[in-house]
């Protein structure tokens, strides 16, 4: 059965950092590449930040330089160091497969304020 567990959000004021977690079930982990996606409840989903399989990453512009993605694949599990937050990261951040889409998980959600 496929799931995905998102853990590590909660509140930091600007400038702090946190980092998020994804536990990755029931499918392939090693052989996908895999995203962080965040949404707003004015926006729909945006996928700011991808690892492919072998480790290369790509970023959207608004999290460039300040969040960091990473993947543990014997442990089945996606990273998402953020620093450098600001007030627009605020969002429901979820994890998940950009080109082998799966079912979405809970989120964990992000909020930055002061």
């Known amino acids: 059965q496929v799931q995905l567990v998102e853990s590590g959000g909660g509140l930091v004021q600007p400038g702090g950092s946190l980092r998020l977690s994804c536990a990755v079930y029931?499918?392939?982990?090693?052989?996908?590449?895999m995203g962080w996606y965040r949404q707003t409840p004015d926006n729909e989903r945006e996928l700011v930040a991808t690892?492919?399989?072998?480790?290369?990453?790509r970023y959207a512009d608004s999290v460039k330089g300040r969040f960091t993605n990473s993947r543990d694949n014997p442990k089945r599990m996606l990273y998402l160091q953020m620093s450098s937050l600001k007030p627009d990261d605020t969002a429901l951040y979820y994890c998940?497969?950009?080109?082998?889409?799966?079912?979405w998980g809970q989120g964990t959600q992000v909020t930055v304020s002061s």
């Open positions: 998940n497969a950009p080109y082998n889409g799966q079912s």
């Open positions: 029931g499918f392939p982990f090693s052989s996908f590449a």
């Open positions: 690892i492919f399989t072998g480790g290369d990453t």
